[in-house]
Structures are given as structure tokens and as C-alpha cells.
């Protein structure tokens, strides 16, 4: 028997932090509102930091029973923690990270109105992030997965007087539905057939099943509306649509939520349910099939976007995607490798955006920046460590996962590894492409750029003549996670880290290191491969962007409608408007608005009030006032009397 | 004898009178004079009834009606003299002030 750790406090501390921020916030002092936002998010990572100095003596898994909730009959649901290695991973990651961009957020908000709503909010998404990290059932997952899409959706219509941030956080909330309608038909499944959601119970009822290759049966229906939720959570085809939207939040937003954590729920959620979807091999090839797909199309919008957190977006898209396809060829470990590792760099990626965008006062656009390389040296450094990192150079972080993700890929199929090889050699390219474009070249921003371009937190007060490094709580968690950056991926050399994770992912036949397995020729010259990649995306990006600053214009006139159709996103937005949102928009106003709405329930009403009207109208004559027509009334009615007795009399 | 029905007959016929010169009239004062007559047709028809089967009822209930009648017309009378010394007129659609 282990000792309790209190886990249940991880998401408590942010929850009552968010509470107390949110109940008094407003008339607290932004001293008081920061303290308590960073007290109780850091105190979470402290209690993280103390359970994972703790990890080595316990049994695992370890679960820790905090409370019942549902019980109904056989089926009980629980609040219950389930901590194992990957939980431990999530929450060093989330907690981390989070963390660090609470700091960052201290001094990016610190201008902005509603300082402590974004706080409470921040708080509150971390409560659910943790709850759905740690969650030992799958509804609790639910809760969790559900509440990061609410705080998701209220910070990214965080400055809701602008109509395209409310806008941009209905679509996200939206598109989510979608994705959660799967999961919650999962879950559906599994209490019809396993009558239970407990992870432990589900697993175990799911492991003597046989594999089902061939066909479709439950698991592999299962295994696909997980992936439903799963791609609407972590932005993958077909509903990856709202996470390049979503960058009408607050930039720390994007970084915490829209890369590094919130969006990497649909991997945990896939790599938690391996058992599943070991045994439904198709599932996973429609899994390894999205991510590859949605690596190398988010990739090429990438290299056409000039709005530097658009960029970034499409970036993450494509790198989640990489995350799937690890987890489609079943080497979840290499996709969980990747998620840390992603959420450092990206992480890192926004809040330098973020400080870049901080600088030049509001500015978005790539073109209107350029050679602020000499104006802000530490953006700088940290956003170039990160664009190594991204990029796969050789020791940054994103080397190690991304090889070893290329490497899983090319032993399960290695078309997968192409196109791999080529998203990376993309991915290479716009980053570079971005980090040309911001700091090297001139600077070609107006002297005095209108406040709030396209971001509404035009620092009042500020003049911006020249662009200015931020404050040094900005530019702490940038330094902090550069360091990450640089020897976040050193943990997966030898395969360490996928060692760390086997407990977890071990079902007799995965077991294999793809290390071990692989010969050390292989490894090596795919290594040198995706080196070569990123090395020439590198040079490309180098030649176009660096040296013949007019070139990328020749070549875009010269694609013309290819390239048209990059800039304009392969016109998905407009193609799912043309699909669903008009049809669905039409359906509802003709039909259900005029039709249904208006023409049945509302003429119904109406009607009814209408008769009533021109009843009690027609009845109104009878009292005219005059004394003689009462008068005929009565004589009328009296005959009538009179009659019927007579008729009945005779009758 | 003469038979009942035709003691009934004519009170129906008064009592129509009565009812038609009520309905018509505009004169306050006739329309008063319609209701003494369908009170008598009535009155008829109760001393007709009261003959036919030998009871005192009838006769009684008609010098109720009789008393009735001559309070309801000292009442009314006094009424119409009322209106007719503010309003001027004795045409019944003419008195009209509580109308809407």
C-alpha cells in the first residue's frame, strides 16, 4: 500500500486560485491578482516536482480514490486519480510549461484591462488540463476534456468587443463539439459493452479480446470516434479549422493552450487508450493516415502565411500531426516524446511571437517587420533556439523526437517516412523563413505604427519609435525554455525516455525499442536524412528570404493559382462554409427560422390569438349598447327556449 | 265557454305586441307602454289558467304582477321625467351617455 500524495491537489490549487481571482479579482490590485495566479499554478508544479521526486518507491499504477460520483446500479463512475509515467510526463509538461507562460503572461497582460478575468480564466484552464491529465476514468478525462474547450473557448474571445476574437472562439468551441460528439459515442460504447469507464476495468476487458484486423468491429468503431474527439481536440484533418483562428487570443493563450498543452489532449487521450487501439490495427492506420496528412497540409499553408502567429498555428498543426502518426505506427512513446518536446519549443516559439509582437506594437504581419535582430537580442537568441529546435538541427530538442518518430514511421511504412522527411523539410522552411523575415533585413515598420493593429492591446502609454525588448519577466520564461529547447530532447538518447514510458505501453508485442530493433546503419542514415532536410529547408529559406528578398515574389507570380491557393489555405475555410455552415445556415433560416419557427410555432400562437380576437370581435356586436337590440337578444333567446321545450314537448 | 286557447292565443298575441313595440320604438314612453302590455298578456294568460282549473293562484299571482307593475310605472315614470329634463329628448338611442 502506498502512501496517499494528496494528488487530488494538483488541480485543486489552480481551481481555487482561479476562484479567488475571479470572485474578488476586480477589486484586487494586478500585484495581488499576479501573486495569486502565480501562487497557485506554482504551487501545483511544486506539489508535481515533490511527486515526481517521490515517483521511483511507488507501485504503479497508482491510483488514489477521492470521492464517488455516479453509482447506478452496477455501473460506477468514481473521482479518482490514476497516476503512471505518462500521467507523470503530461503533468511535469503541463504544470511546467503552464507555469512559465503564467510568469510571461504577468508581464504581457500587465497593460491589458481585465488583467484579472485572464487570470482567473488561465487558472481555470490549467484546473481542467490537470483533471483531464490526471483523470483514472474515462468520463472524468471528459470533464477535463470538456472544460479546457469552455476556458479555451473564453480566452480566445478574450477581448470579446473585437467581433472576429468572439467569432474565432465560437467557431473553436464549435468545431470542438464535433470532436467531442465522438468521444462521448465512445463513451457510450464502452459502458454498453464493458460496463465501465475506468481505465484499468476498460483495458482489462479490452485485452482478451482478439485483434481485430480484419473488418470493423466494436473496438475498431471505438478506436475511430476516439479519434473524432481526438482530431477535434488536437487540430487535426478534418477539423483543424479553428486553431488557426484561435490566434485571436492573447498570445500566451496560443502558447499555452494552442500549442503546448491543451491541443496535445487528443495525443495523451489516443496514447492513454493504447490498449484499444492495439487491438484495432485499422483504427491506427486511420490514425497514423490523419496525422500524416495533416503534418504535410498544414505544412505547405505554413510557407504562405505572412501573419507570424498564423505561421506558428499551421506549425502546430503539422507538428500534432507528426504526434499522430508516432502514435499511429504504435510508438506512442515517440509521439508523447515529441508532445514535451513540442511544447517546449513551440511554447518558446509563441511567447518570442509574443514578445516580437510586444515590440513593434501590435503588429502581426511578417512583412511589415524585419531586422529587429539588433533591437531585441533576447527575442531573438531564444526564437532561434526554438526554430533549431523545430527545425530538427542537431542537439536541439525536436531533433531527437521528430527522429525518432521518422524512424518508427519509415519501419511501419515508409511512405509515412517520405512524406515525414518532407514535412520536416517544410517545416524547416518556414521557420526559417519566418525567423528571416522578423529579425534580418531592415526593419519596415512606420515610425510610429498604429496601436492595436491587429492585435487590440495597443499599449497605451507606450511610444513605440523604435521597437524595445520586453520586461524581464517576459523574457525569464523565454530563457528558461530555450534551455529546455536545447536539452529537452538529451532524455531520449538510448531510448531512455521510451524505457521511462514501456510500463505503460508494453503489450507483449510492441515491446520492441525501435532502437534495438533498428540497426544502427539505418538509424544513422535516416538521421543524416532528416538532418539534410532541415538543412535545406534552411538554405532555401536562406537563398529566397535572405539574399534575393525579391525572389519568393517571382516564384509566387510564376505558381500563381498554386500559390494563390496556399495563401488563401487551400480554401478549406471557404470550402466547409460552401458544405456545412451555408447549408446548415440556409437549413435554419428557411426551415426552421421561417419555416418551422415562424410558420408553425409562431403561427400557431398568433393564430390562436387572432381567432380568439376575431371571435370576441364578432361576439363584441351583440353588446352594442343599444337597450333594444339587448332586448332582441332576449326574445331571441327566449323563442329559441320556448321552441326547444315545444319540440321536445312534442316529441 | 269559451276555451282557454283562445284566452292564450291573445295573450301570445299582446305579448308579441308588447315584445314588437318594445324592439321598434324609440319613444321611451311607448317602449314603457310595450312592457305594461306584455305584463297584461301574461296577466292574461294566468287568469286564463286560473279559470280553466279553479285555482286562486293565478288570480293571486296577477294582482302581484298588478302591484308590481304600478310601482314599476310610478318608478319609470318618475325616470322618464327625469331624463327627459336633462337630455330633452324621450328617443331612447339619444340616451347614451354610458356608451363606450
Redesign the interface.
Known amino acids: 500500500m502506498t502512501p496517499s500524495l494528496h494528488l487530488w491537489l494538483i488541480p485543486i490549487l489552480p481551481l481555487i486560485g482561479a476562484a479567488i481571482n475571479g470572485l474578488f479579482g476586480r477589486r484586487c490590485s494586478r500585484r495581488t491578482i499576479a501573486a495569486v495566479a502565480l501562487a497557485s499554478c506554482g504551487g501545483a508544479f511544486a506539489w508535481v516536482l515533490f511527486v515526481s521526486a517521490r515517483f521511483s518507491s511507488l507501485t504503479l499504477p497508482h491510483t488514489e480514490f477521492v470521492a464517488h460520483w455516479i453509482r447506478s446500479g452496477d455501473f460506477l463512475v468514481n473521482f479518482e486519480v490514476y497516476l503512471d509515467q505518462l500521467t507523470l510526463v503530461m503533468l511535469l509538461v503541463v504544470t511546467g510549461v503552464g507555469f512559465l507562460i503564467h510568469i510571461y503572461s504577468v508581464g504581457y497582460m500587465w497593460e491589458e484591462g481585465g488583467f484579472y478575468r485572464f487570470f482567473s480564466y488561465l487558472n481555470l484552464f490549467m484546473f481542467f488540463m490537470l483533471t483531464l491529465v490526471l483523470a483514472g476514468n474515462y468520463l472524468q478525462m471528459f470533464i477535463g476534456w470538456e472544460g479546457v474547450g469552455l476556458a479555451s473557448y473564453l480566452l480566445i474571445g478574450f477581448w470579446f468587443t473585437k467581433d472576429s476574437a468572439a467569432s474565432a472562439g465560437k467557431k473553436a468551441f464549435i468545431v470542438n463539439r464535433i470532436g467531442d460528439f465522438g468521444f462521448l459515442i465512445a463513451l457510450f460504447l464502452m459502458i454498453k459493452h464493458f460496463g465501465s469507464l475506468n481505465f484499468a476495468q476498460v483495458f482489462s476487458a479490452v485485452s482478451p479480446l482478439p485483434t481485430e484486423t480484419v473488418g470493423f468491429g466494436l473496438l475498431t468503431a471505438i478506436g475511430l470516434l476516439l479519434m473524432v474527439g481526438a482530431a477535434g481536440k488536437s487540430a487535426q484533418i478534418p477539423l483543424y479549422v479553428w486553431l488557426p483562428d484561435a490566434m485571436e487570443g492573447p498570445t500566451p493563450v496560443s502558447a499555452l493552450i494552442h500549442a503546448a498543452t491543451m491541443v496535445t489532449a487528443g495525443v495523451y487521450m489516443v496514447a492513454r487508450s493504447h490498449v484499444i487501439f492495439d487491438h484495432a490495427p485499422n483504427a491506427l492506420t486511420v490514425v497514423a493516415i490523419i496525422g500524416t496528412l495533416t503534418a504535410i497540409f498544414a505544412a505547405t499553408i505554413g510557407i504562405a502565411q505572412t501573419d507570424i502567429k498564423k505561421v506558428l498555428a499551421y506549425s502546430t498543426i503539422s507538428q500534432l500531426g507528426y504526434m499522430f502518426m508516432a502514435c499511429g505506427v504504435a510508438a506512442y512513446s515517440a509521439g508523447i516524446f515529441h508532445l514535451m518536446t513540442h511544447a517546449f519549443f513551440k511554447g518558446l516559439l509563441f511567447l518570442a511571437a509574443g514578445s516580437v509582437i510586444h515590440a513593434v506594437g501590435g503588429e502581426q504581419d511578417m512583412r511589415k517587420m524585419g531586422g529587429l535582430k539588433q533591437y531585441i537580442p533576447v527575442t531573438f537568441l531564444t526564437m532561434g533556439t526554438a526554430t533549431l529546435a523545430i527545425a530538427g538541427i542537431p542537439p536541439f530538442a525536436g531533433f531527437f523526437s521528430k527522429d525518432e518518430i521518422l524512424l518508427r514511421a519509415y519501419q511501419a511504412n515508409p511512405v509515412y517516412w517520405v512524406i515525414g522527411l518532407f514535412t520536416a523539410f517544410l517545416t524547416s522552411f518556414y521557420m526559417f523563413r519566418l525567423m528571416f523575415m522578423t529579425f534580418y533585413g531592415d526593419y519596415c515598420g512606420e515610425a510610429a505604427p498604429g496601436h492595436g493593429h491587429s492585435d487590440p492591446h495597443g499599449h497605451p502609454g507606450h511610444e513605440h519609435g523604435t521597437p524595445h525588448e520586453s520586461p524581464m519577466i517576459m523574457l525569464v520564461p523565454l530563457m528558461i525554455l530555450a534551455v529546455l529547447s536545447l536539452v529537452g530532447g538529451w532524455v531520449g538518447i538510448h531510448g531512455r525516455f521510451e524505457r521511462f514510458l514501456d510500463p505503460v505501453f508494453t503489450s507483449g508485442e510492441f515491446a520492441e525499442h525501435a532502437s534495438e530493433a533498428a540497426g544502427p546503419g539505418l538509424q544513422y542514415s535516416l538521421m543524416g536524412a532528416s538532418v539534410a532536410a532541415a538543412a535545406l529547408g534552411w538554405f532555401l529559406a536562406r537563398l529566397l528570404y535572405r539574399k534575393n528578398p525579391d525572389l519568393p515574389r517571382k516564384i509566387a507570380e510564376h505558381l500563381g493559382g498554386f500559390y494563390d491557393t496556399l495563401v488563401h489555405k487551400y480554401y478549406v475555410d471557404e470550402i466547409y462554409a460552401a458544405l456545412f455552415v451555408k447549408p446548415l445556415l440556409d437549413g435554419s433560416t428557411r426551415v426552421l427560422w421561417h419555416g418551422v419557427d415562424q410558420g408553425v410555432i409562431d403561427a400557431a400562437v398568433n393564430d390562436a390569438a387572432d381567432g380568439a380576437n376575431h371571435v370576441s370581435d364578432a361576439a363584441r356586436h351583440m353588446q352594442s349598447g343599444n337597450l333594444r337590440s339587448y332586448a332582441g337578444w332576449i326574445a331571441a333567446g327566449a323563442a329559441l327556449v320556448i321552441a326547444y321545450m315545444v319540440w321536445m314537448g312534442v316529441r | 265557454m269559451v276555451p282557454v286557447s283562445y284566452y292564450l292565443i291573445l295573450s301570445g298575441i299582446l305579448f308579441a305586441c308588447g315584445?314588437i313595440g318594445?324592439?321598434?320604438k324609440r319613444n321611451i314612453i311607448t317602449i314603457f307602454m310595450s312592457i305594461e302590455l306584455m305584463l297584461n298578456g301574461v296577466n292574461l294568460s294566468f287568469v286564463a289558467f286560473a279559470a280553466q282549473w279553479q285555482h286562486l293562484s293565478g288570480q293571486v299571482f296577477v294582482f302581484f304582477v298588478m302591484v308590481v307593475a304600478a310601482a314599476e310605472a310610478a318608478v319609470g315614470l318618475a325616470i322618464i321625467i327625469a331624463v327627459y329634463r336633462t337630455r330633452e329628448t324621450l328617443n331612447?338611442?339619444q340616451v347614451?351617455l354610458?356608451?363606450?
Do not use: H, M, R, S
Open positions: 315584445v318594445f324592439l321598434i331612447v338611442d347614451n354610458l356608451k363606450l
